[in-house]
Structures are given as C-alpha cells and as structure tokens.
C-alpha cells in the first residue's frame, strides 16, 4: 500500500519518515537575532542551512526573522506561514542521490507590504544584531555603468516623501537605524549575502547615499555603529519546479508547497567585520577571514561568469537547463576556454584555493544532471548580473591590450536573443528591469546603428569605443544571425588570438 505523503508543518514534524532530518531542537526556545530580507530559494538554502545546523549545535540567540520585502513575494510569504516557517532543502547530488532535511531556522515571517512598521520595529528590535541581504543585484539600485546610486528612481523618490510607508530596502533600513540611534542601542551589522563584488562596501554606498538625502542627520551614527561586512555565497540553486515538489511527495513522502532543491556544495566566507556580535557559523563551514576579495572576485568571475557564458548561447542553441548545455561538448569547451583564457589571467592569488582543482570542481558542478537549474533563471535581470559577472572580466584585460573573442560572442548572443524575443514565433518573456531599452536597442542594431546595443551606456559604458573588442562583437553578431550560434562558437579559434596594439 503506498504511503500517503505528510503535509508540512510543527504538528506533523514527528510522523515524517525516518529519512527525513527534522529540526533537533525546540523552535519555541529560539530567540531571533538575525532579520533576514529576501526569503526566496538562495537564502534558504544557504543562510538559513548554516543557521539551522548551527541551531543543532544548541544556540539558541541566532533565529531569523524572514522578510518579504516586495508585493510578488506574498505567495511565497503565505506559502511559508501556512507551514509554521518550514521546508525542506533536498540536496541533490551528481550520481541521482537525493538527501531530504527540514530547516527550522527561519521562526518568523513579516510581510513588508502589509506592515511596514512591524518590520521596521523588528530591524530597530534590542535582540536583532544583524541584518542580512539577498535581494538580487537590482536591489542595490546603482548605475551598472558608473557604480552610482541612482537617486531618481521613482521607488526611491516615493520613499523620500513617505518614510513611514517605505517600499525599498533603504527607506526601511534608514528608519530602523534612525529608531536604534533615538533609543540609544547598540549598532547593528548589515550583511549582504548577494552575487556582488565587495557586496558588504556596496551597500554601505548605496545606504549612505540613501540616508544622506533622507535622513541627513543619522549619517555620523551608521558610520561609528553600522558594519557592512564582505562576503563570499556560493550554492547552485535553481527555482524550485513543480517536478521537485512531485519528487518530495514521491520519494520522501513530504507534502511541501515551497521546498527547495539545491547542489551539495556549499561556500561561505565572511569578512570578520561585526560589531554586535555573530553567530559562529564557522563551526559548520563557513569561514571568517579578513579579506574576502580574492575569494569573492575569483567566485564571481568564474562561477557567475560561467553562467553568463552558459546562459544565452545554450539557450540559442535550443536548451533550457545547465546540464544539458553542458552535456554538448561544443558548449562544454567553450565555457571551459571561456574560463581557462579569458577569466583566469586576471584572478588574484586565492589563499588555500588551487584554481585549476576549483575550475574542474565548478565544471563538474555545472554538468550535474539533477539539479535542472535553469538557463532561463541565471540569465534573468542580465541588465544587473553582467555589469559584475562579465564587464569587470572585459575592462581588466582590454586594459592589457588582450583582445577578448568569447567574451565579445557572448554579449553578441545576448543582443541576438533581445533581437529575437519579440518575434511572433519566439515571444520570449525577458525577466529584466532595462527590457525596454535592450529590446529596442538590440532590435535598433539590425537595421540602424550595429553597435546600438552596445552603446547603452547604463550597462556598458564607453564598452562600444574599443574599436577591437567591437569588431569581435560584430563578426560575431553577424555570424549567430547568419549561421546560428553554433556554428558562431564552431568557428571561434579559426583566427589567431591578437594583441590590440
């Protein structure tokens, strides 16, 4: 007789089956010190992953509070309420074998829109010693191009005129600080936990450049009492798919509306920068350093740039997830040489990392043909992801006088998929803020200017001015419209790499 499957919440915890890890400890007796801003599948299975085996150690002061921060985010909110703040983290491995464990570290939910003063009194709470981030490389709202916060948003502006009804992460961040300087507490540590380089700096930049139009006054106190430590996160985790939730059910025997799937490896390296005090999730592999550049830039240049190369040529190529592209050895190659020539020329001396052991682990990653992740969701708001996985790649080594072919294809099979995404027969649906501009200017680029697409200043600056890296860009294009994106990579090595003089 087949077993029925368990729906997930406290109550049922105990009549999961055996194989299920449950939560050792009492949920009941955690007390929150972490508010945590963007509940979506990353943090859960990596923030939250590593509190929740700390929780398991027996601390008891480091819950988190989760915020729903935007109004798409009420499903998912719902979602987790109506579990008591449960799911389950199925980690998948590359041979098919799947593990499947309950976390309990997330013991609140707070959904922004609904209450944004409950989330406010949360952030400026006496027990919350720590706010962490993951609210995607948009979220930071900077100029790709210049690195600058950009004021006239009009979020931003709405903000500025409603500071009790906030909408954007700064506009509640100044007023939870504003409420801890008036009550005289303690500072706070604000922890980014996004794919950005020196992410911790950025948000302090984007912080202060917030308060200093809002609340002038609060500068000088952020400054003396507000940390912003760097980090390094790295796991694979694809959106959870209907397929994974019917897995749990069938396999595990766990009714789970919201779990979700992620690969076994698992990196986080902080900056040891907190100044009221931190969990030690160094005691379950995490690591805290004192300069996380080398470790982070050497993770987004190859892990996210690799997505980046992964992302829009295999898509053009009729794929729809990593590990099929992977599987093809012209796509595999490519992001392999991609890596190899273009990317790892620049990267800093990594201490305790052997880069060629870490690119054939990455590789390996990358092929794992159950995790699904997919090609449509790592190359989603590529308007924020490519001016920090891609573009920093391109200027180091123009810089050097290194004429960049794979780098020039892949932004070249971007314009091309914008080109086509519209077209009755494709009607892609392209997840980006800057949709827009790119369609228009990529589609600008067939028939007006060629260099239209490259020339949107927001994302690639004075990119299009490089006179080599143009042609490529061009010969490219020409080729992917022409010929069709395989034959485009096919043919890549035909010509001697040269040296721009």
């Known amino acids: 007789m087949e077993q029925k499957a368990v729906k997930l919440n406290v109550e049922n915890l105990s009549s999961l089956p055996k194989a299920v890890k449950v939560p050792g400890y009492d949920r009941s007796k955690i007390k929150t010190g972490i508010v945590?801003?963007?509940?979506?599948?990353?943090?859960?299975?990596?923030?939250?992953?590593?509190?929740?085996?700390?929780?398991?150690?027996?601390?008891?002061d480091w819950?988190?509070?989760g915020i729903a921060l935007l109004q798409h985010d009420k499903k998912i909110y719902d979602t987790l309420v109506g579990q008591n703040g449960l799911y389950t983290l199925m980690i998948t491995e590359a041979d098919g074998t799947r593990t499947a464990r309950v976390i309990g570290s997330v013991t609140e939910y707070l959904f922004a829109p609904e209450n944004p003063n409950a989330v406010i009194e949360k952030m400026a709470h006496p027990d919350t010693k720590i706010i962490t981030l993951t609210i995607t490389e948009g979220g930071y709202n900077f100029n790709?191009?210049?690195?600058?916060?950009?004021?006239?948003?009009?979020?931003?502006?709405?903000?500025?005129?409603?500071?009790?009804?906030?909408?954007?992460?700064?506009?509640?961040?100044?007023?939870?600080?504003?409420r801890r300087k008036q009550r005289g507490l303690q500072g706070i540590t604000l922890q980014s936990c996004d794919n950005i380089q020196q992410n911790g700096a950025v948000a302090k930049e984007m912080l202060l450049a917030y308060i200093a139009l809002a609340e002038p006054e609060l500068l000088n106190w952020v400054n003396e009492n507000v940390s912003f430590p760097n980090a390094m996160v790295d796991r694979i985790t694809p959106v959870t798919s209907p397929e994974a939730i019917a897995e749990l059910q069938d396999q595990f025997q766990v009714e789970d509306a919201w779990p979700v799937v992620c690969e076994p490896f698992c990196q986080w390296i902080i900056e040891d920068d907190f100044v009221n005090g931190r969990p030690d999730w160094n005691l379950v592999g995490a690591q805290f350093v004192k300069d996380v550049h080398p470790y982070e830039k050497m993770k987004i240049r190859l892990v996210n740039g690799g997505?980046?190369?992964?992302?829009?040529?295999?898509?053009?190529?009729?794929?729809?997830?990593?590990?099929?592209?992977?599987a093809d050895p012209l796509f595999f190659n490519f992001v392999h040489d991609f890596l190899d020539q273009e990317v790892t020329p620049i990267l800093d001396e990594v201490p305790g990392i052997d880069i060629k052991a870490y690119k054939k682990i990455l590789m390996q990653?990358?092929?794992?043909?159950?995790?699904?992740?997919?090609?449509?969701?790592?190359?989603?708001?590529?308007?924020?992801k490519i001016p920090k996985f891609l573009l920093p790649t391109i200027q180091e080594q123009l810089a050097k006088g290194v004429t960049l072919k794979k780098a020039a294809l892949i932004l070249a099979a971007w314009c091309h998929y914008l080109e086509i995404a519209g077209l009755p027969a494709n009607n892609f649906d392209v997840q980006d803020d800057m949709k827009k501009t790119l369609v228009k200017e990529a589609s600008a680029s067939v028939q007006e200017d060629p260099l239209a697409f490259l020339k949107i200043k927001p994302i690639f600056g004075d990119l299009a001015a490089s006179e080599n890296f143009s042609a490529q860009y061009l010969f490219f294009l020409n080729i992917i419209r022409k010929e069709?994106?395989?034959?485009?990579?096919?043919?890549?090595?035909?010509?001697?790499?040269?040296?721009?003089?």
């Open 36 to 60: 945590h801003v963007g509940i979506g599948g990353f943090h859960r299975a990596h923030q939250a992953f590593y509190t929740d085996q700390l929780l398991e150690l027996g601390v008891t």
């Open 144 to 178: 790709p191009a210049t690195g600058k916060f950009m004021a006239d948003n009009p979020a931003i502006q709405t903000d500025l005129k409603n500071p009790d009804r906030p909408a954007t992460i700064f506009g509640y961040l100044a007023q939870a600080l504003k």
């Open 307 to 326: 997505h980046v190369a992964l992302g829009f040529t295999g898509f053009l190529n009729g794929y729809h997830f990593v590990d099929e592209t992977m």
């Open 365 to 384: 990653r990358f092929a794992n043909p159950y995790i699904k992740d997919q090609l449509a969701r790592i190359f989603s708001e590529s308007s924020a």
């Open 63 to 65: 819950g988190i509070c």
């Open 484 to 501: 069709g994106i395989a034959k485009a990579i096919s043919g890549i090595d035909g010509e001697k790499q040269v040296t721009a003089n």
